[in-house]
């Protein structure tokens, strides 16, 4: 079946603009997580849903970023006043549920903040 | 603070031989641990998970990991140079909260 999908898949964007990058996880999976990946490192964690809800936001950098998944499938992290150090990958991954933690991940959204 | 190390290398092994990579990591009640292979501009993918001390073979892969020494290593055997890709180890504290802590990557070279 078809595994993780990130749209888009590139994001060039101007200091101070809002972005949205958007994540659909691999059918059936309810859990969804949000990683950072700047050059050089390993993949850092944002935030995890379980479901609708947000279950653990502990990786957020501050309250410019923002993630929802209102349906319980479809996720956006939202990215306000962009700063320059906000360019990296953003990685999605997905499992089947709280309790398997092998998680797949998506091809990723390289965004540039100019 | 929750730390995975990993050498960065890079690591290079000519091919047919054994490839050793290694981590640490600080946390102690970590209680899964992973290996993911990423390809130069690519996602992580998945090679191997263990959750238990001793060694978990699949393949040409094999996972090692000692909770005592907080140390998990993975052995790839008869290396080819399609393994040629960044190794990156990441744990998860497991029960209820499973986000994952990576290391930084080992880079692995195969030379032909």
């Known amino acids: 079946g078809a595994g993780v999908s990130q749209t888009p898949s590139n994001k060039v964007t101007e200091k101070g603009k809002y972005v949205e990058l958007r994540c659909d996880p691999i059918?059936?999976?309810?859990?969804l997580y949000w990683y950072r990946q700047s050059l050089g490192q390993g993949p850092e964690f944002l935030i995890y849903?379980?479901?609708?809800?947000?279950?653990?936001d502990s990786g957020l950098p501050n309250d410019r970023f923002f993630a929802v998944r209102p349906e319980g499938s479809v996720s956006t992290l939202k990215i306000q006043r962009t700063e320059r150090g906000d360019s990296a990958v953003y990685l999605c991954a997905s499992s089947w549920s709280s309790g398997t933690d092998t998680q797949y991940f998506g091809p990723g959204t390289r965004l540039t903040v100019l | 603070q929750k730390e995975v190390e990993q050498n960065s290398g890079p690591l290079s092994v000519p091919e047919g031989a054994i490839a050793s990579l290694n981590c640490t990591y600080s946390d102690r009640v970590s209680q899964s641990f992973f290996w993911y292979r990423q390809y130069s501009g690519k996602s992580p993918e998945l090679i191997m998970s263990?959750?238990?001390?001793g060694d978990k073979e699949d393949g040409r892969f094999t996972a090692q990991l000692n909770k005592a020494s907080q140390y998990v290593s993975l052995l790839i055997r008869d290396s080819q140079p399609s393994d040629s890709a960044t190794y990156l180890c990441a744990v998860s504290p497991g029960a209820g909260s499973y986000q994952l802590t990576f290391g930084k990557g080992t880079k692995l070279s195969v030379i032909p």
């Open positions: 263990i959750y238990s001390n």
């Open positions: 849903f379980q479901g609708t809800g947000a279950a653990d």
């Open positions: 059918s059936g999976h309810t859990a």
